[in-house]
């Protein structure tokens, strides 16, 4: 079954050919700022995700150091991916799914900086950072 999305406008499109490697939710502040809440993602390879339409890019600093990159339509705003955490790995706005149930959430990141009124789902794991490594 194709795995399919796009922005609001319908501008920037999307095709996903590779299984999605986890997915879940994200707390931190800079989610916040661009989601309007928390982001819900899911990790897919970047070789797996075909983007078409004109996008542009915002960086930010990332807790590792490293950038990260959130991915957008410049015409209605939709935020599409974010990448720079793990090479090769992009992380997907699942809001964006033509079919929002193809997400399956995981695990809750970054729960120490959700506000009160936006507490993370109960049940699922949830780390107050980024899950340890390795
Ligand atoms: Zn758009
Ligand atoms: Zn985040």
């Known amino acids: 079954m194709a795995v399919t999305g796009g922005c609001l406008c319908g501008k920037v499109r ?3 050919t590779a299984p999605a490697l986890f997915g879940g939710f994200c707390y ?6 661009q989601s309007g809440s928390h982001s819900a993602s899911m990790a897919v390879p970047e070789a797996g995700l075909k983007i078409s339409g004109e996008t542009r890019e915002f960086a930010t600093k990332g807790d590792s150091g490293n950038p990260v ?24 706005k699942a809001g964006t799914l033509d079919d929002p149930e193809q997400f399956k959430p995981a695990a809750s990141i970054y729960v120490s900086r959700a506000p009160s009124w936006d507490p993370p789902r109960p049940g699922l794991p949830a780390f107050p950072e980024m899950p340890p490594q390795g």
């Open 69 to 92: 990159i959130r991915v957008f339509c410049p015409n209605c705003g939709s935020a599409i991916i974010s990448k720079g955490g793990r090479a090769g790995v992009v992380m997907l």
């Open 14 to 16: 999307y095709e996903l």
């Open 28 to 33: 931190c502040v800079d989610c916040r700022k």
